[in-house]
């Protein structure tokens, strides 16, 4: 076998992996897109407990990031 005849087999192992790298990449950005509007759902539910936000802080103390999180969500949302 030649080099060159090695490189154009190893050129076809590489597209294959490619094209299977693109597919996931393609795929993982619509799920992206997806989580972030289920995100940006959660957050304005969140926002619409505001007044009682500290009952349900404390109601729900293992979610306290999370809620941090989407409050920072509604805000950035509020801002575009």
Do not use: C, R, W
Request: glycine share 2%; aromatic share 4%; charged share 35%.
């Amino acid at each position: 076998m030649t080099i060159k005849e090695a490189a154009d087999q190893l050129q076809v192992l590489i597209d294959d992996k490619m094209d299977t790298f693109s597919t996931l990449g393609k795929e993982a950005k619509k799920l992206q897109q997806k989580l972030s509007k289920m995100h940006l759902k959660m957050a304005l539910l969140y926002k619409e407990l505001e007044p009682v936000e500290e009952l349900v802080k404390a109601q729900h103390p293992d979610k306290v990031g999370l809620f941090d999180l989407l409050k920072d969500i509604a805000e950035n949302h509020n801002e575009n």
